[in-house]
């Protein structure tokens, strides 16, 4: 099954969609290997005309290339995610991955230089290892020491330990703001930033919106301030590649949680487009 409207030619589509299907490394609530399917069912719920843009996805060339394989080694995992990106950049496509784990967003990144990453996540995922793992607790700090990032920002996060908090207001590359500062973030990460990747932790919003993830974490965001955030974002600055993580099917309440990463895979698509 393919995302809604995204039936197009991936030789000339602006942006292309596929599944990491992987969860190996969660701690708390496992099961987002399902979701890049469950999003693509729950898409089909939406129509594809987006009134304050004026667009109809279906005039556009959007592709699917469906899910990867993935080797349970999150190493090979994180190589096979970058090829596939890389490919998909040289014929000029956003590559937008759908999770799967956090753990996987590096392989999106590697082929990138200079890139400003936006992070909207709930956590801060700076712990050297975790669990003895180097999954998802970590993959924020994995992307600041292995990708060629010019600054990041995450925007919602309210949990952290301690040690994560020292080394991370040490670095001179990342950033981070809790919910009631998040549009001074935003704010704050425009400023010089150019070409840009977005990562969404749908932990990010509050539970009482997203209660299908694999940590959740009270006192996030709604998701119409996100969908605000995403606009401004989006609308000025050229967006390199993205992803959607951690929803977890199994732990979800009538798909809210995958309806609305559905309809955030719509509009932020939408709004790419548009731009």
Known sequence: MKFAFADGDPGYSKVTVF????DLTSSFRPGSRF?????RENSFGFESYIPELDLDLTDYEVADEGDLDLSFDLKSALMEVYSVS???????????????????????????????VLVFDAHLDY???????????CVLRRVCEECSVKKMTVL??????????VEAKKSEVIDFYPPGEVKR????????????????????VDPAYAPGVGNPEPGGITP???????????????????????ISPPFDCNDMTSLLGAWLVKETIGRILAN
Do not use: C, W
């Open 224 to 246: 119409s301030l996100l969908m605000e955030l995403l606009s401004k974002v989006i609308g000025g600055k050229t967006v390199a590649g993205l992803d959607l993580v951690e």
């Open 127 to 137: 712990k050297k290892e975790y669990m003895d793992s180097d999954g998802h607790a």
């Open 19 to 22: 599944g990491a299907p992987y």
């Open 86 to 116: 890389r490919e998909m950049r040289s014929r000029e496509s956003i590559p937008f991955m759908l999770g799967g784990e956090h753990s996987l967003t590096p392989g999106n990144l590697r082929s990138l230089d200079e890139i400003s």
């Open 35 to 39: 979701a890049p399917q469950r999003i």
């Open 185 to 204: 973030g935003l704010d704050n990460f425009l400023s010089g930033a150019e070409m840009i990747y977005i990562s969404m932790d749908m932990d990010v």
């Open 156 to 165: 919602g996060v309210r949990s952290f330990s301690k040690e994560e908090f």
